[in-house]
């Protein structure tokens, strides 16, 4: 069972993201935090596999919150949501530590998809990264 912690200032991206996920084989969610502050201390009770880490969030931001787990959970695998793209939240991203970046408004068996592949050790780029992202041009585990 892949364990998952979904973070988001928003309740109602909380509740699609676990919603999507509550009916995928396999994938639990253990915990939902409102803010990147409150990320070492859920992922210490809960133990996530995967997080699913808003970029934007008022009071500690995404990479910040991401820098801030792995540096004490650095087996948890950090996936990044954000509702637009751009190469410098990315690049902030992959330096913090995520080893994935999914835009809100993707197809929801792309979030799934996102989960068991970097809980199995791989990555969860958009296709066309530069590998400096974590991904080879079109070399993503996602296209």
Request: glycine share 12%.
């Amino acid at each position: 069972m892949i364990s998952v912690l979904v973070v988001d200032d928003h309740s109602f991206i909380r509740a699609q993201v676990t919603g999507v996920l509550h009916g995928a084989d396999g994938i639990e969610v253990v915990g939902e935090c409102a803010d990147g502050a409150e990320v070492v201390h859920m992922a210490a009770l809960v133990r996530p596999d995967v997080v699913l880490m808003d970029v934007r969030m008022p009071v500690v931001s995404g990479p910040t919150a991401t820098r801030d787990l792995l540096a004490s959970r650095p087996a948890s695998r950090v996936v990044m949501l954000t509702g637009s793209v751009s190469a410098s939240v990315v690049a902030q991203s992959a330096e913090a530590g995520a080893v994935g970046f999914l835009v809100k408004g993707d197809d929801p068996s792309r979030l799934i998809d996102a989960v068991r592949t970097v809980a199995a050790g791989g990555t969860a780029w958009p296709a066309g990264l530069p590998a400096a992202y974590g991904a080879a041009d079109g070399d993503s585990q996602f296209g």
